[in-house]
């Protein structure tokens, strides 16, 4: 919630005031690499995070992270651990009609992803954040309230881990705080969402078994798509689509592995490796775009903003783009005076997101189209992953895309 209070601490019973130049809500990857970028400039910024430390390290999210991203990253200074762990993917596979078809996307462009989870990742930038950049950053923080967005001097405020009531001046404020935090709920009458719903759902599966393939792999099937996604030696993703609104109980363990086996079969390869899944989770598949991201002194970033179904594994780069743009804006902005950055994120920001967007309806067509129900629909499916596999224009058009080096 907001209020319409300017100065909340002069209030009567209010808390004591503190200041600092950028608050930021949320310590997820966004967050945390605009709070990086402010403390490698030499600004002062509060990190404000409902969670604690050892969840938000361990919390399993995406994992694949485009090649443009990690140079980000890189020219940054927060990219080390990445670079020495991550593994690479030069390839993906689509699996249909009981033959596995792969597409080297290396070959084609020249560039590859790379796989290091989340957790990894959030875990490296809060230790630089925090540990070696001397950011300032609350964990467990209750009742998070923003207070004058509209104004010069804007406030949040928020009932720490010890339960005292605590509130932030600021210039600015960053929401980076996901899909369900307090900064969606502040948005004026003029920000307008936009959403997209696709009608299924997907059953999210951790297993604790090492991948069967050395890539990603679509199963577009007429009993539902399924995916696996490599995540480490030890550790593979998989994806089966479920009507909207399904249940992880109507997933036994049996069940699940019998569908895998079934949606990613392929007369070439031998069956799955089995073993103890250790997630399940349905995901309602729906993408939602706010606009203009930027509300007076406040911004927002990655899921706050936007968010795209992990269809394409586009989530977590977005958020680290809108975090370069943003972190870099803020910058220019209290180090120089220079409000262009600042001025244009919005539209930097949402060029690419409308591109992952498109891209991730695109591919959702592909992957669900077999199993519609709907045998026309399920006619043009088949032909375009034909065409991707006898074309090589559309195969480089599907290879810029899914590595995102061509949206600008």
């Not at 369900?180 to 948005?187: A, I, K, N, P, Y």
């Not at 006898?390 to 895309?401: D, K, L, M, R, V």
């Amino acid at each position: 919630m907001t209020s319409d209070a300017p100065h909340p601490h002069d209030q009567p019973g209010s808390p004591a005031a503190s200041r600092f130049p950028v608050v930021i809500v949320g310590a997820g990857p966004a967050g945390l690499t605009v709070g990086n970028v402010l403390r490698a400039a030499g600004i002062d910024c509060l990190v404000v995070e409902t969670e604690s430390r050892e969840f938000i390290e361990r919390r399993p999210r995406a994992g694949v992270i485009e090649e443009w991203a990690v140079r980000g990253l890189e020219e940054r200074g927060l990219a080390g651990n990445l670079l020495a762990r991550a593994e690479t993917h030069t390839a993906c596979e689509f699996r249909f009609e009981g033959r596995r078809h792969r597409l080297p996307y290396q070959e084609l462009t020249g560039r590859h992803h790379f796989v290091y989870p989340q957790p990894l990742l959030v875990t490296d930038l809060v230790r630089e954040y925090a540990d070696v950049r001397g950011g300032a950053i609350e964990f467990e923080v209750r009742d998070v309230q923003l207070h004058g967005l509209d104004l010069v001097r804007p406030a949040v405020s928020y009932t720490d881990a010890a339960g005292r009531r605590r509130l932030v001046h600021a210039d600015f404020v960053a929401g980076c705080d996901g899909a369900r935090g307090v900064t969606r709920t502040v948005l004026p009458e003029q920000a307008r969402t936009t959403r997209h719903d696709y009608g299924i759902g997907w059953l999210a599966l951790l297993a604790e078994v090492p991948p069967s393939s050395d890539c990603v792999v679509f199963g577009v099937h007429p009993r539902g798509f399924a995916g696996h996604m490599p995540r480490s030696a030890e550790l593979t993703r998989y994806y089966l689509e479920c009507p909207p609104g399904d249940t992880p109980g109507n997933w036994p363990d049996e069940r699940v592995w019998a569908e895998l086996q079934e949606r990613l079969a392929a007369s070439d390869r031998p069956p799955l490796t089995e073993g103890r899944l250790l997630e399940k989770r349905v995901l309602d598949m729906h993408n939602y775009v706010t606009e203009p991201m930027a509300f007076g002194r406040l911004f927002l970033a990655g899921d706050a903003a936007h968010l795209v179904a992990p269809i394409a594994a586009k989530g977590m780069n977005l958020a680290l783009h809108d975090a370069f743009l943003l972190g870099d804006a803020l910058t220019a902005y209290l180090t120089d005076g220079d409000m262009t950055g600042l001025n244009g994120y919005a539209e930097a920001c949402l060029r690419r997101v409308w591109d992952y967007n498109e891209f991730s309806q695109w591919l959702s067509d592909v992957l669900h189209g077999a199993s519609s129900g709907d045998p026309y629909r399920a006619g043009t499916t088949l032909a375009r992953l034909r065409r991707l596999f006898n074309s090589p224009a559309a195969a480089g058009t599907f290879a810029e895309q899914y590595l995102g080096e061509n949206a600008r």
